[in-house]
């Protein structure tokens, strides 16, 4: 199956695409953010969202290794369930290949996930692995 995939913005910071095939967005960490520029980075993501009626997205952070203690209970206290808000109710993150980041991926999965029983969000080693699994919810 061919891929498209339009990019809608692309900043140094991160970028933003849409997969068409599967009809959600793609959202690139390309260089490590914290506190307010994360938070600010994450309501862009939201609105791309909610403009578009995505219920699915993926998040890369294969060029970042972890974040911030807050700014990972920010998404969980007020991001997952501002998405929840507007129909968004799986997300798939792919993170770098290391065993920290894989572990930081693995504690942020369980801890957007725990935040409400419609709302999943897993972790994957590729893109390829991530788009799988959206595509089977």
Do not use: C
């Not at 209970?73 to 993150?93: F, K, M, N, Q, S």
């Amino acid at each position: 199956m061919a891929q498209t995939m339009t990019v809608l913005e692309d900043e140094d910071a991160y970028t933003i695409e849409w997969d068409e095939d599967l009809d959600v967005p793609v959202f690139t960490w390309d260089e490590y953010a914290a506190g307010e520029t994360f938070r600010k980075v994450a309501k862009k993501w939201e609105a791309v969202m909610e403009q578009r009626g995505a219920e699915k997205y993926i998040v890369n952070t294969e060029s970042v290794t972890a974040h911030e203690d807050e700014d990972k209970r920010w998404l969980a206290e007020t991001w997952v369930p501002d998405l929840i808000d507007i129909g968004v109710r799986r997300g798939a993150g792919v993170y770098a290949d290391s065993a920290i980041a894989s572990m930081e991926m693995e504690e942020v999965e369980e801890s957007m996930s725990a935040v409400h029983p419609d709302y999943e969000f897993r972790v994957f080693a590729s893109d390829e692995e991530a788009k799988a699994w959206l595509r089977d919810q």
